[in-house]
């Protein structure tokens, strides 16, 4: 009978609602029903997968947060805190009590405590849980695996192998994103730096209290279990090809992303080449109403858990819809007839593109109205990869025109999406950094899918790597890397790249009319990366489970951030 670590009480205790005990004793009697290898792919497909992603359309559950649905929207602290993003809320004219810029106010302002926004309540952080609870059910599959291939059961091999492949990339996965999330970037010269997360690679219960791995320790175990799983892959007769399961290509595709950021550019080079089977959709041929971060889409690799925009970067208006009794229809025949009268209002959504980032497209760049729109009140430019069916028309950021969706497709993580321009990306910039010219073909094996005109590429150097970022940024804006790199690119040995975050600040006000409106304060400023913010670049581990582990887990100082403006206690407790 095997049962979680230690570790796994200090998640338990970080926010799930059942004991350890009753969880413990349920989880071992689950594993005692494990018989035959489809019993362990199904504990995978059941338990070691995130959910299988879905979309928040906008007006959804604004001011829940916390509800199920809510508690598996992971990845959504990445996204509101680097330089891609602003805060956006409209004067509204119907009130919610709580808005989404609200509720998250504390990630967008790297506050010491990120996870308390403006309303005083805190976000409950379900990444931390999540990810080691699942962590612990992949340990056990491992462990299982070889039991059950002594038993010589006729037809598992298959099985067995693909899910040994799919567990062990689910892994690395799963501690690349909580390194990236909790830890310190990787960095070349300094991989011993303390501040990475715990390593727990076995199902046995050790008493000990956890503290941090290095960053250099869970970066070696990353790189070690995509090259088991890929071992995994490649005893099978017949590899499945679907993008919502872990494959050899998906393993490639990590594995090229983890070797640029440790800056182990041939390595990234050479699983980048083995990849194939996959493209470049053109956004010429692209119609501005359908979807493009689709799981059906031939750039689409791997993908895994919510696509979560419109929670973040939802519309400013909403479709209200009211009832009444035709009262001139009852007095004259006595019959009830409802009128149904549907009105469109202005409402207080929260985040859009941040004045910067939109300065980077113009009508050159097919990238403008197939990843972007404008909201329907304040003509904010916003992120609509994915068009999820809306019941308010938005705009052509290119034509002005109404659009409306069509809502093609299954759509793609906003957090997990491995996709072949990141690899032609990862590519380019490694043989930029190592000075091959080869990167230029390599860019413009992507940029010719996504301009009208090829602009001027640079030949090579800096401006070269410049180059290449700056497309990194366009090409995978919103998909969860802009705040990854901005790390690694701080801690970059070859071409290092520093840069401070300002964000621009709101709160709830009432102007002289008496209408409530969103007002804006002033700034919070991010310091570039550095031994006095370092700390403000990463979310703290939950202190629930610091204060489990006895000292023996600790997080940084969250020095380096700065804002002119301060929110009087009496107004935020009305907020």
């Not at 004793?25 to 018989?35: F, G, V």
């Not at 017949?238 to 041939?266: F, T, W």
């Amino acid at each position: 009978m095997k049962k979680y670590s230690i570790l796994w009480f200090a998640v338990l205790l970080c926010g799930l609602s059942t004991s350890c005990k009753d969880f413990l004793n349920e989880y071992s009697q689950n594993l005692a029903y494990i018989e035959t290898a489809s019993d362990l792919e199904e504990l995978l497909l059941g338990s070691g997968y995130q959910d299988p992603a879905m979309t928040i359309c906008p007006g959804a559950a604004i001011a829940t947060f916390g509800n199920k649905t809510q508690n598996r929207d992971f990845m959504t602290c990445i996204h509101l805190m680097d330089d891609d993003i602003k805060e956006a809320p409209a004067p509204v004219a119907k009130e919610y009590k709580t808005r989404s810029w609200q509720i998250v106010a504390g990630y967008y302002r790297w506050a010491d405590d990120p996870a308390i926004g403006l309303t005083g309540i805190a976000v409950q952080d379900y990444i931390w849980a999540d990810f080691y609870r699942r962590i612990a059910v992949l340990n056990s599959i491992i462990s299982a695996i070889p039991e059950q291939r002594s038993k010589h059961k006729f037809g598992e091999e298959e099985t067995l192998n693909q899910v040994g492949g799919e567990t062990y990339f689910l892994r690395a996965w799963y501690y690349f994103m909580l390194t990236n999330i909790y830890g310190a970037p990787y960095d070349k010269s300094n991989p011993n730096a303390t501040w990475g997360v715990p390593l727990k690679l076995s199902e046995e219960v050790i008493d000990i209290y956890y503290s941090r791995n290095t960053v250099g320790e869970v970066y070696a175990s990353i790189e070690a279990d995509l090259k088991k799983a890929i071992e995994f892959f490649k005893l099978l007769s017949s590899p499945r090809k679907n993008a919502q399961h872990g494959s050899i290509d998906a393993c490639y595709a990590l594995l090229s992303r983890v070797y640029l950021y440790m800056e182990r550019y041939e390595d990234c080079i050479e699983v980048a080449n083995k990849i194939e089977g996959y493209g470049v959709k053109s956004l010429s041929s692209l119609p501005v109403t359908e979807s493009f971060a689709t799981l059906e889409s031939v750039e689409t690799i791997f993908s895994h858990g919510p696509h979560e925009a419109y929670w973040i970067f939802g519309d400013d208006a909403e479709l209200e819809i009211s009832s009444r009794i035709d009262i001139d229809h009852l007095l004259a025949t006595g019959e009830i007839v409802m009128i149904t009268t549907r009105t469109v209002k202005q409402n207080g959504w929260s985040y859009a593109c941040s004045p910067e980032f939109e300065g980077l497209f113009d009508e050159n760049d097919y990238r403008l109205n197939r990843f972007f729109s404008r909201t329907r009140y304040a003509k904010n430019l916003v992120p609509r990869k994915y068009k999820s069916k809306i019941s308010i028309s938005e705009y052509d950021p290119v034509s002005m025109d109404t659009v409306v969706y069509a809502n093609t497709g299954t759509p793609a993580s906003t957090g997990g999406w491995l996709r072949y321009p990141e690899i032609l990306l990862n590519k380019a910039e490694a043989q930029a950094c190592l000075g091959q010219s080869e990167a230029v073909s390599t860019l413009r094996s992507l940029m010719q899918y996504r301009y009208k005109k090829m602009p001027t590429i640079p030949s090579g150097g800096k401006e070269l790597v410049d180059f290449v970022r700056l497309e990194r940024r366009k090409e995978l804006c919103y998909e969860g890397h802009r705040w990854f790199d901005l790390r690694r690119y701080a801690v970059n040995n070859t071409y290092p790249c520093k840069r401070a975050i300002e964000h621009v600040c709101y709160q709830i006000a009432t102007d002289a009319g008496g209408s409530v409106i969103a007002e804006k304060v002033g700034e919070t400023t991010l310091e570039e990366y550095n031994d006095n913010s370092f700390g403000s670049w990463m979310i703290p581990i939950p202190q629930s489970v610091i204060e489990f582990c006895d000292g023996n887990m600790k997080n940084p100082v969250r020095g380096g951030v700065t804002a002119n403006f301060v929110i009087e206690k009496e107004e935020e407790e009305t907020l």
